[in-house]
């Protein structure tokens, strides 16, 4: 009994989101905290790559969020520290790229591609629906009424 309880609270543990922000890079500023944290969470981990730079545990990760709150303390904007990292790192780097010319295909990709998907499946099921048979003409119904009697 006790085993299950202990396996229960060690998997309970684990379902935990880890928290990847370290005691020594925390600001004593609580704003200027705030504001870097709210920045972390819009920055995109360059290993990971499907979390953001506040989420992991990675070095390059940690590398970005201490980049940040050093920009925060010399005094940048948001938008000056996200232009900062863009430049160094290309839009990648942002979790939601802005909305432009140049970004569109990744905007309109996924649900395009949905939406193509979707017909394709229509056009699939309409595909094979298969009409209804011609009725049998006068000459064929006596051929198959002649043929189950000589069976039959």
Do not use: H
């Amino acid at each position: 009994m006790l085993k299950r309880l202990f396996l229960i609270f060690i998997l309970g543990l684990a379902s935990l989101p880890a928290l990847a922000l370290q005691p020594d890079e925390v600001l004593p500023d609580p704003a200027l905290e705030a504001r870097a944290r709210a920045l972390s969470a819009q920055l995109r981990c360059l290993v990971c790559q499907n979390e953001s730079i506040d989420d992991s545990n990675a070095t390059l990760a940690r590398d970005l969020r201490i980049l940040v709150r050093e920009r925060l303390k010399a005094g940048d904007s948001d938008q000056a520290i996200k232009d900062f990292l863009v430049a160094r790192y290309g839009e990648f780097v942002l979790l939601k790229p802005p909305l432009e010319p140049r970004t569109l295909l990744l905007w309109i990709g996924p649900p395009g591609l949905l939406v193509i998907g979707g017909i394709a499946i229509l056009w699939s099921i309409r595909r094979r629906r298969v009409a209804a048979p011609a009725p049998l003409s006068a000459e064929e119904q006596a051929r198959i009424d002649d043929i189950l009697k000589r069976e039959g």
